[in-house]
């Protein structure tokens, strides 16, 4: 009987700990957002481990649901070593049921080959079976997924040409009843101002959709925010966070983000150095 109460308790917390939280639009849930984590695939691998290893561990006492990667997994997209590493930090979420979703940024090109790295990794091939996966853009170049009842919508880099802008607004009129974040590398500077492709992405998807309610974006160094009213009664939140200029290529920093009815509270913690860069903040929607 005890080692029967033994394995039970055992197969109880590999249920809890293997089981995502499954929120839903009118509770709070939290995702987690990394965005440019190059110099760890390339130098300091044992970063990137800590933050998977993170946010299992906390999944259930913080709620986390997602991951959310806006790009750049690696430095030097032809060193092979440097796409293994990711392969080998992404699988820990996969076996443990985690979901998230990633896209290609810049660095994850290889000049003569384009994405073939990539897809080889990373393409739709990875995710297609997962529940929380719901469609692709050239073999998940861009792509789509369901999470905490909210819709988060993929695009990589060079995003703001017409297939790419006409594939987005197609994803996000079929699914207007869902409140929905837009995930793409090149978007709002560091100086809080879009970048050319961004304003193209702004005025031809964020304004026209009223779902959307927040974009994320990396690829340009430090911090940014901006905070745009489209429409009357409406607000779209846009951050922007890329840690490679810090030491250790960032030192394990990444948001973690809790989606309330009407809010958004974001930390910024890195669980490499057990550590906050500043104090949460809130977004409001009202």
């Known amino acids: 009987m005890r080692y029967m109460r033994a394995g039970l308790i055992a197969t109880v917390i590999v249920v809890l700990t293997a089981a995502p939280f499954k929120g839903h639009a009118d509770e709070g849930f939290s995702f987690v957002w990394m965005s440019d984590t190059q110099y760890y695939a390339k130098d300091y691998p044992e970063i990137l481990m800590s933050q998977m290893n993170w946010i299992l561990k906390n999944r259930s006492t913080q709620r986390h649901s997602y991951l959310v990667h806006t790009g750049d997994l690696v430095h030097n997209p032809n060193q092979f070593a440097q796409w293994e590493r990711n392969h080998i930090a992404f699988s820990k979420l996969d076996q443990q049921g985690f979901a998230y979703g990633l896209l290609p940024g810049n660095h994850d090109f290889k000049q003569e080959e384009g994405l073939q790295p990539y897809y080889r990794f990373f393409g739709e091939h990875r995710f297609k079976e997962k529940p ?59 100086r809080g101002t879009r970048s050319y492709n961004g304003e193209k992405i702004y005025r031809q998807v964020v304004v026209p959709n009223p779902n959307v309610k927040l974009v994320l974006s990396g690829h340009y160094y430090g911090e940014a925010a901006k905070t745009d009213r489209p429409q009357e009664g409406r607000i779209v939140h846009q951050l922007m966070a890329n840690y490679q200029g810090f030491p250790q290529g960032g030192g394990g920093y990444m948001k973690v983000i809790q989606w309330r009815q009407d809010e958004l509270v974001v930390r910024t913690y890195s669980p490499y150095l057990n550590k906050e860069r500043e104090k949460p903040y809130t977004l409001k929607y009202k």
């Open 132 to 190: 929380f996966y719901k469609g692709a853009f050239l073999d998940n170049c861009g792509h789509y997924d369901e999470a905490g009842g909210r819709l988060f919508v993929y695009m990589g880099w060079c995003s703001a040409g017409k297939k790419e802008l006409d594939w987005m607004n197609t994803v996000l009129k079929e699914n207007q009843d869902k409140e929905a974040v837009l995930a793409v590398h090149d978007y709002l500077t560091f």
